[in-house]
């Protein structure tokens, strides 16, 4: 009968070890009775960037990334994106379940009562720089919100988390759409609390001089579904980021400003723009050939095109594809769309894509809509950190009802100098450090 462990021999003793393996994974910690001698401090596994560490138990998002699925709490990404709202999948990510009707009606009472932000926060906006990038305002302006509710450091107590959980599900997007009016010079427009999650958003950043802003209803779904498809991705940079700072019992106003730092960087929330980027610069479906000539001669990548773990066609561009059919249907449709069509059709059918399992990535399409709803590409990373805010929170409050963990804190490998002896300043040579 199948044995759930793994023997170890030490090559260095010729010890023999048995450790148990559950979910397809040894516990580090039970590396570390492997010694060569009492003194010795014990085995550690050494992982650089995580490639092949599990962090902590979830039940949140699930990926397989041979197979390209995707699922939140059990249900298939492409299944919530058709059928439900982003607060609906909100409520699902943070509670585990579905709501019923009565409960989605309260929820989105709930948080559309959260939207407002304390007039204080205006003022602190005003103090950006006319050209302050929005990520850098978001970033700020999420953790000042400390500032204002200083009680969300009560994070033992589920009833307060919860209250500042709804807060920053309501507040984000009007603080997203601060930062655009900032950067763009016009006057902040203050919540609609009639409108959905949505449409008031698409209201803070586009309502002029009308009475009342009204969403183009295909484009208000178009964006509902994108944060649907944005609002957890398990493990990722920023989620990390979440947990580990949240793992110090920090309050989840600087936790969330920590984890939407780390979206901030190119290599994790940026490469749509590039995407967008390079489709202008191939400029219509003529050059497209020409343009995968230089990919596969390596002179340049494919944006938007491959994955760490998606080895397959990422669920989510599936859904984006249909998704920015139906946007342009309603804007008109844009050549980019016809340019990035033609270079997915060419680079599934060639043999060093085929080779490589490169297929398109969440970035691929969702730059093109982006633009075509309106939005700068300076935009596109704060209109991620919108919908994965509530990823970020569900995983946080996983974390804090988790018993086997406790504050991050990773081990190093120490490579550098033993004990040196001091030497007085004044008896100290010339010595070959490094050019600063
Ligand atoms: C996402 C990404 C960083 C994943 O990288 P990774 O898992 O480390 O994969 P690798 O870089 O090892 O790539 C494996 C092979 O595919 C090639 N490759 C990967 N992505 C490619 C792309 N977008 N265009 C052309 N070739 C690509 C690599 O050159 C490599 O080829 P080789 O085996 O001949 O050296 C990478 O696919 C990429 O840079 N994509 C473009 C940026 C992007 O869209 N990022 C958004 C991710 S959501």
Redesign the pocket.
């Known amino acids: 009968m199948a044995d759930n462990s793994l023997s170890i021999t030490d090559n260095r003793t010729g010890k023999a070890y048995k450790v148990a393996v559950e979910n397809g994974a040894i516990r580090a910690m039970d590396l570390r009775q492997i010694k060569t001698d009492a003194e010795d401090f014990g085995l550690m596994s050494y992982d650089p960037a995580f490639m092949n560490t599990a962090s902590c138990r979830s039940n949140i998002t699930y990926i397989d990334g041979d197979k390209g699925i995707l699922r939140y709490r059990g249900y298939p990404i492409e299944v919530l994106a058709e059928h439900c709202t982003f607060l609906e999948v909100a409520y699902l990510l943070l509670f585990g379940e579905l709501p019923n009707e009565k409960e989605l009606r309260n929820w989105v009472r709930e948080i559309t009562h959260h939207t407002m932000l304390h007039e204080n926060t205006k003022k602190f906006m005003e103090g950006f720089r006319y050209n302050a990038h929005p990520m850098a305002m978001f970033v700020s302006t999420v953790a000042a919100l400390l500032s204002v509710y200083p009680e969300a450091r009560n994070i033992h107590d589920a009833n307060n988390r919860l209250l500042q959980i709804k807060r920053l599900i309501g507040k984000v997007p009007s603080i997203a759409a601060m930062s655009y009016r900032h950067s763009v010079g016009f006057p902040y427009v203050y919540p609609d609390n009639d409108l959905s999650y949505t449409e008031n958003f698409m209201n803070m950043l586009w309502k002029m001089v009308e009475p009342k802003y009204v969403a183009h209803p295909a484009l208000s779904r178009a964006l509902d579904i994108l944060f649907i498809l944005h609002a957890d991705h398990e493990q990722n940079c920023g989620t990390n980021a979440m947990r580990s700072v949240g793992s110090a019992h920090t309050d989840p106003y600087l936790s969330t400003a920590a984890a939407a730092a780390a979206l901030a960087g190119p290599?994790h929330g940026g490469?749509n723009e590039?995407?967008l980027r390079m489709i202008d610069e191939i400029g219509s479906k003529d050059n497209v050939p020409a343009y995968i000539k230089r990919?596969k001669e390596?002179q340049v990548?494919?944006?938007?095109?491959?994955?760490?773990v998606y080895k397959n066609y990422?669920p989510r561009a599936k859904v984006i594809k249909w998704t920015a059919e139906q946007v342009f249907e309603a804007t008109g449709r844009n050549p980019k769309l016809d340019v990035a069509v033609e270079l997915e059709r060419i680079a599934l059918e060639d043999e060093?894509f085929v080779k490589?399992k490169?297929y398109p990535?969440?970035?691929?399409y969702s730059g093109i809509i982006y633009q075509a709803m309106g939005f700068r590409p300076e935009m596109f990373t704060v209109l991620f950190a919108i919908p994965r805010t509530v990823g970020w929170l569900a995983q946080w409050q996983e974390m804090l009802a988790d018993s086997e963990q406790k504050i991050a804190r990773p081990r190093q490998v120490y490579t550098g100098h033993g004990v040196r002896e001091f030497v007085p300043l004044a008896k100290r040579g010339a010595t070959a450090v490094p050019a600063r």
């Open positions: 290599l490469a590039e995407a990919v390596g990548k494919l944006m938007g095109f491959g994955h760490r990422d060093y490589r490169l990535n969440v970035d691929f």
